[in-house]
């Protein structure tokens, strides 16, 4: 399995930097300002597809907010199979949630062969699904 890197600075032809947004689409701090700077994110639109980017909304509530748009991007990235969709922690910076908040909504896309998800998220969500413990059972 492959996680999104720490630190992306160049992506390949097919590949999609998904980033957390407000909204509003003012991408100006974190990894909005990178996918602005860097991968085609558009001042104004907050959400979706633009460029090599893809905005999911953190900033307007709470988790329960997040989820409908993390679900439309999980759909988008299971029919868009050609390209790989490198997902940062999105909520986890300036929206001020923790990792074990965010982590749960990107479930279904664990097992998308497509999406790469932060090693903290995947860390996460085994161990909710009991995957950690069955995978030390077999190396016993």
Do not use: W
Request: charged share 25%; with cysteine; aromatic share 10%.
């Amino acid at each position: 399995m492959e996680y999104t890197p720490e630190n992306i600075t160049e992506l390949g032809p097919d590949d999609i930097f998904v980033f957390g947004s407000n909204l509003e689409g003012r991408h100006l701090g974190g990894a909005a300002r990178v996918a602005r700077q860097r991968f085609g994110a558009i001042m104004g639109q907050g959400v979706g597809l633009q460029g090599q980017s893809y905005a999911i909304p953190t900033m307007q509530g709470g988790v329960e907010t997040i989820k409908p748009y993390v679900d439309e991007f999980i759909k988008f990235a299971y029919e868009c199979d050609q390209n790989t969709f490198y997902v940062t922690r999105i909520g986890c910076g300036i929206a001020g949630f923790k990792d074990e908040e965010i982590a749960p909504l990107f479930k279904e896309a664990r097992h998308l062969y497509n999406v790469r998800l932060p090693k903290s998220f995947v860390d996460i969500i085994d161990k909710m699904t009991g995957k950690e413990s069955i995978e030390l059972t077999r190396k016993k």
